[in-house]
């Protein structure tokens, strides 16, 4: 039995009306594609307190309060990542990064997805809901 989702997923849309997350995942394989779809459904349903290694890991220093989508296709760390709100039970997607080395791919992933999160603070309207059917 499929349980509810507890939590939404949202996109940053640039300025040009782009959905940058539906983009990346366009680009991708079909296993990657359904790695990605597989995690967030699996974080859908879970509580917040549930949201740890190995499916996702909340990021600190100069990177917080982001938190990455966590997996691996053909030796690729994937690190979807994102942050929680605008609103309760919600967590946003702003940037699609790569992990080599411990380190995020292109090396300003943080910087990236920081920026668009203040976007999204000051105009909602550059996110709107993942088109990815997670129930």
Request: contains cysteine.
């Amino acid at each position: 039995m499929q349980m509810a989702a507890r939590w939404d997923f949202r996109d940053y849309v640039s300025a040009d009306g782009v959905d940058q997350v539906h983009a990346w995942y366009d680009q991708q394989s079909r296993k990657v594609q359904g790695k990605f779809l597989s995690r967030l459904k699996a974080l859908a349903s879970l509580d917040i307190s549930e949201w740890k290694l190995p499916l996702f890991r909340w990021l600190h220093g100069e990177c917080a309060p982001l938190g990455e989508v966590r997996f691996e296709v053909n030796n690729v760390q994937h690190r979807p990542l994102g942050y929680r709100g605008p609103g309760p039970r919600v967590f946003t997607l702003t940037f699609c990064a790569k992990e080599q080395s411990n380190r995020f791919v292109p090396a300003n992933s943080c910087s990236i997805a920081l920026g668009r999160k203040a976007e999204i603070e000051s105009n909602p309207g550059q996110c709107h809901a993942c088109w990815l059917a997670l129930e």
